[in-house]
């Protein structure tokens, strides 16, 4: 099993940048899949990024190709999502979720484990 907090989160101007952070318990952390998914406001959760364990993997909403990056540091038991150029429809809580499956096999199942969210406010 393992644990999940987010942190990182917060108010910035469209066009800025945060970095957001997905901090696990567990030893044998890096054998998750680990993926970030957002929710605005009256909508759906939805997929943002993933990773695989070794971080040779990635992949990508189409809304945040180009801007989001997802990169991993097993060492350090953390996920980071970069986030370039935000725009005001970036705004939602932003979760990560772990899973012990392959980030292939990921793309169409849930996320066994989540976290708790965190805040990003995008002002126009």
């Known amino acids: 099993q393992v644990q999940l907090v987010e942190s990182g989160g917060g108010l910035v101007q469209a066009g800025g940048s945060l970095r957001l952070s997905c901090a696990a318990s567990g030893r044998t952390f890096g054998s998750y899949t680990v993926g970030w998914f957002r929710q605005a406001p009256g909508k759906e959760r939805e997929f943002v990024a993933a990773i695989d364990w070794g971080g040779g993997i990635t992949y990508y909403a189409d809304s945040v190709k180009g801007r989001f990056t997802i990169s991993r540091d097993n060492a350090k038991n953390t996920v980071y999502l970069q986030m370039n150029s935000l725009k005001p429809e970036d705004t939602a809580v932003y979760y990560c979720?772990?899973?012990?499956?392959?980030?292939?096999?990921?793309?169409?199942?849930?996320?066994?484990?989540w976290g708790q969210g965190t805040q990003v406010t995008v002002s126009s």
């Open positions: 979720a772990a899973d012990l499956r392959s980030a292939e096999t990921m793309r169409y199942k849930e996320y066994a484990y």
